[in-house]
């Protein structure tokens, strides 16, 4: 890598890449690892992408995949940028002004949104705290919905996951040019992130191609083929073509997702219905990745680092108002959770005790994230045997009212950006930068060493615990919710 007065360049083996230094810091943005996804390539596996003559700016963001929005009580509370454009399987490199043969720690990130929305363009994620503190800091997009994740006859499944795995390829092939080591390889992610790295860890096109793993908010996961195969059955209904790939290619992008935020609205995976998700597959996952990894068929020597935030549910049930309706559901509520959790009451009974004062929607929305998350990371962690396994809790509450330690919010605190203001969007104001301080060294001296800074778990005890409700009243209103979102400049108001 060179500098051309404030112009950094690297030379990939599909040609030279010209970024922006910050400081110490260099950024190369909007790099192509694969072609981009369109005419046959729109559902087919990634195909390599084109080298180039001469300098290719790097300088901003490449285009997301396609997408939908969030609905607005969220859209308020989690950024997600649009860039317009093609070649949407893309990533972006943070690199603190190292060169060839430095050969420092690599960490490549997945972003969460259900599969379905979420960039690497999110200012949360900017990597420029990871570069300043030695670690290249990868981050890649892949294609989410119907293009990254529908089930047809006729295209290989999980092509999300292939996108990854060519992206994780592109590391091993280039990161190099920008210092890093491709043998010092942490993937990380968060929700739908962290899935895809349980994913990962079980694929075998992606063994060798990183070293060390950690889980955020999301445990390894496929769903049965039935679930996922209705959601391209009805987008064909609606769009009145075949359910086939070939015949989703020829329909127009803006109307392929029309159909798809359409039948995302009759979408709930939370509580069990249809939706986009990995499957097993041979081509590319060819066992349940929670099974294969826990009973040591896969990853044996990849030491995880594990966890989840306090109230999880709270991001995903207090926007909508389920909060309060489940408050007044009660007893009823939390019959249904726990029927569909599958727990019997003795473990609801704990669980109160455990909880003292818990309202029937906080048991609820506890109940089912122990369920998707705590439950299988629980037995990721404690299963494995010849790598150590790391758990942590992430329990500071958010400033903004009923939403607690939620989902997602410890993502500033992970990236050192809670300065972005689009941190506060979840966070609010006044969000302790010492434990960003503290989870941030953390997660960079897992990728540097292996180890968080703590005992691994052994399968008993509670996990390392960041933060806490310190703030006065931070926890009033847990039977509440967040009520609706507005969002004015850059910091959302959350009326009761």
Same mark, same amino acid.
């Given at each position: 890598?060179?500098?051309?007065?404030?112009?950094?360049?690297?030379?990939?083996?599909?040609?030279?890449?010209?970024?922006?230094? @910050?400081?110490? =810091?260099?950024?190369?943005?909007?790099? /192509?690892? !694969?072609? %981009?996804?369109? #005419?046959? &390539?729109?559902?087919? $596996?990634?195909?390599?992408?084109?080298?180039?003559?001469?300098?290719?700016?790097?300088?901003?963001?490449?285009?997301?995949?396609?997408?939908?929005?969030?609905?607005?009580?969220?859209?308020?509370?989690?950024?997600?940028?649009?860039?317009?454009?093609?070649?949407?399987?893309?990533?972006?490199?943070?690199?603190?002004?190292?060169?060839?043969?430095?050969?420092?720690?690599?960490?490549?990130?997945?972003?969460?949104?259900?599969?379905?929305?979420?960039?690497?363009?999110?200012?949360?994620?900017?990597?420029?705290?990871?570069?300043?503190?030695?670690?290249?800091?990868?981050?890649?997009?892949? @294609?989410?919905? =119907?293009?990254?994740?529908?089930?047809? /006859?006729? !295209?290989? %499944?999980?092509? #999300?996951? &292939?996108?990854?795995? $060519?992206?994780?390829?592109?590391?091993?092939?280039?990161?190099?040019?920008?210092?890093?080591?491709?043998?010092?390889?942490?993937?990380?992610?968060?929700?739908?992130?962290?899935?895809?790295?349980?994913?990962?860890?079980?694929?075998?096109?992606?063994?060798?191609?990183?070293?060390?793993?950690?889980?955020?908010?999301?445990?390894?996961?496929?769903?049965?083929?039935?679930?996922?195969?209705?959601?391209?059955?009805?987008?064909?209904?609606?769009?009145?073509?075949?359910?086939?790939?070939?015949?989703?290619?020829?329909?127009?992008?803006?109307?392929?997702?029309?159909?798809?935020?359409?039948?995302?609205?009759?979408?709930?995976?939370?509580?069990?219905? /249809?939706?986009?998700?990995?499957?097993?597959?041979?081509?590319?996952?060819?066992?349940?990745?929670?099974?294969?990894?826990?009973?040591?068929?896969?990853?044996?020597?990849?030491?995880?680092?594990?966890?989840?935030?306090?109230?999880?549910?709270?991001?995903?049930?207090?926007?909508?108002?389920?909060?309060?309706?489940?408050?007044?559901?009660?007893?009823?509520?939390?019959?249904?959770?726990?029927?569909?959790?599958?727990?019997?009451?003795?473990?609801?009974?704990?669980?109160?005790?455990?909880?003292?004062?818990?309202?029937?929607?906080?048991?609820?929305?506890?109940?089912?994230?122990?369920?998707?998350?705590?439950?299988?990371?629980?037995?990721?962690?404690?299963?494995?045997?010849?790598?150590?396994?790391?758990?942590?809790?992430?329990?500071?509450?958010?400033?903004?009212?009923?939403?607690?330690?939620?989902?997602?919010?410890?993502?500033?605190?992970?990236?050192?950006?809670?300065?972005?203001?689009?941190?506060?969007?979840?966070?609010?104001?006044?969000?302790?930068?010492?434990?960003?301080?503290?989870?941030?060294?953390?997660?960079?001296?897992?990728?540097?060493?292996?180890?968080?800074?703590?005992?691994?778990?052994?399968?008993?005890?509670?996990?390392?615990?960041?933060?806490?409700?310190?703030?006065?009243?931070?926890?009033?209103?847990?039977?509440?919710?967040?009520?609706?979102?507005?969002?004015?400049?850059?910091?959302?108001?959350?009326?009761?």
């Amino acid at each position: 890598m060179s500098a051309a007065g404030a112009r950094p360049r690297a030379t990939t083996r599909h040609g030279v890449v010209e970024g922006r230094a @910050r400081g110490r =810091v260099f950024a190369f943005k909007g790099i /192509p690892y !694969a072609a %981009a996804p369109v #005419g046959a &390539l729109r559902f087919a $596996a990634p195909a390599p992408p084109d080298a180039w003559d001469g300098v290719r700016d790097a300088g901003a963001h490449g285009p997301t995949a396609p997408k939908v929005p969030y609905p607005q009580r969220f859209a308020a509370l989690l950024p997600d940028p649009d860039v317009p454009g093609d070649d949407c399987l893309n990533l972006n490199v943070w690199t603190p002004g190292a060169g060839p043969g430095d050969r420092l720690p690599v960490m490549v990130w997945f972003h969460g949104g259900a599969l379905t929305r979420g960039s690497t363009a999110v200012p949360v994620y900017d990597g420029s705290a990871f570069a300043r503190d030695g670690v290249v800091l990868v981050s890649a997009n892949y @294609r989410l919905g =119907v293009l990254g994740y529908g089930l047809f /006859p006729d !295209a290989p %499944a999980n092509r #999300g996951l &292939l996108d990854q795995i $060519a992206a994780l390829e592109w590391v091993r092939d280039n990161i190099g040019a920008f210092g890093g080591d491709p043998d010092r390889v942490t993937v990380f992610g968060e929700s739908a992130g962290a899935i895809s790295v349980g994913a990962l860890l079980a694929a075998p096109r992606a063994e060798g191609l990183f070293a060390r793993a950690v889980l955020q908010s999301g445990a390894p996961e496929v769903y049965p083929r039935d679930r996922v195969r209705p959601m391209v059955r009805r987008m064909a209904s609606l769009l009145k073509v075949p359910a086939t790939a070939a015949a989703f290619t020829a329909v127009e992008p803006d109307a392929l997702l029309a159909a798809q935020a359409a039948v995302l609205r009759r979408s709930g995976p939370l509580l069990g219905g /249809p939706a986009f998700a990995l499957v097993t597959d041979p081509g590319s996952l060819p066992e349940d990745p929670l099974d294969a990894v826990a009973d040591g068929a896969a990853a044996r020597e990849i030491p995880l680092l594990v966890g989840w935030t306090a109230q999880e549910h709270r991001l995903w049930l207090a926007p909508s108002g389920a909060m309060r309706l489940f408050d007044q559901l009660g007893p009823l509520a939390v019959a249904l959770a726990r029927h569909r959790s599958g727990k019997d009451r003795l473990a609801v009974r704990e669980l109160r005790e455990n909880l003292p004062g818990v309202s029937p929607a906080d048991l609820v929305g506890r109940l089912l994230t122990d369920q998707l998350l705590r439950d299988p990371l629980r037995r990721l962690a404690g299963a494995r045997r010849q790598a150590p396994s790391y758990l942590y809790e992430f329990a500071w509450p958010s400033g903004l009212p009923g939403l607690g330690a939620c989902h997602a919010l410890e993502l500033g605190f992970v990236f050192d950006t809670l300065a972005v203001p689009e941190s506060t969007w979840l966070a609010g104001p006044d969000a302790p930068q010492a434990l960003a301080d503290e989870m941030h060294a953390a997660w960079v001296r897992f990728a540097v060493t292996g180890s968080p800074g703590w005992e691994p778990w052994d399968g008993n005890g509670p996990p390392r615990t960041f933060g806490g409700p310190e703030r006065e009243g931070a926890d009033e209103g847990a039977a509440g919710d967040a009520g609706e979102v507005r969002r004015e400049a850059a910091t959302p108001l959350v009326l009761p």
